[in-house]
């Protein structure tokens, strides 16, 4: 079992920046990837970015460039630093730890950039 803990979220103004932060514990595995998807209202989950332990990232074409995945291995942390948010960037995140076929979720915290 791996508990994602999630911080960081709230709101600011359109053009500003929030840092997020997941914090995985339980039975971590040093090989996996974590990430951030998001999910507003109507709308399906997508992910916005991930990283593997080896920092091999990926990004949401809607976020490059503005956000940045980053994690700290020895914490099994990962941080979204969100920068030149936009409304559209609205939504609930959740943190997102996958090892091998399982597949954990964090409890989601709500992102709201306000024009």
């Known amino acids: 079992q791996v508990q994602l803990v999630e911080s960081g979220g709230g709101l600011v103004q359109d053009g500003g920046s929030l840092r997020l932060s997941c914090a995985a514990s339980?039975?971590?595995?040093?090989?996996?990837?974590m990430g951030w998807y998001r999910q507003a209202p109507g709308k399906q989950r997508e992910l916005v970015a991930t990283i593997t332990n080896g920092g091999n990232t990926n990004y949401a074409d809607s976020v490059k460039g503005r956000f940045t995945i980053s994690r700290d291995n020895a914490k099994n942390t990962v941080v979204l630093q969100m920068n030149s948010l936009k409304p559209e960037d609205t939504a609930v995140y959740y943190c997102?730890?996958?090892?091998?076929?399982?597949?954990?979720w964090g409890q989601g915290t709500q992102v709201t950039v306000s024009s």
């Open positions: 997102n730890y996958r090892v091998y076929a399982n597949v954990y």
């Open positions: 339980g039975n971590i595995f040093s090989l996996n990837v």
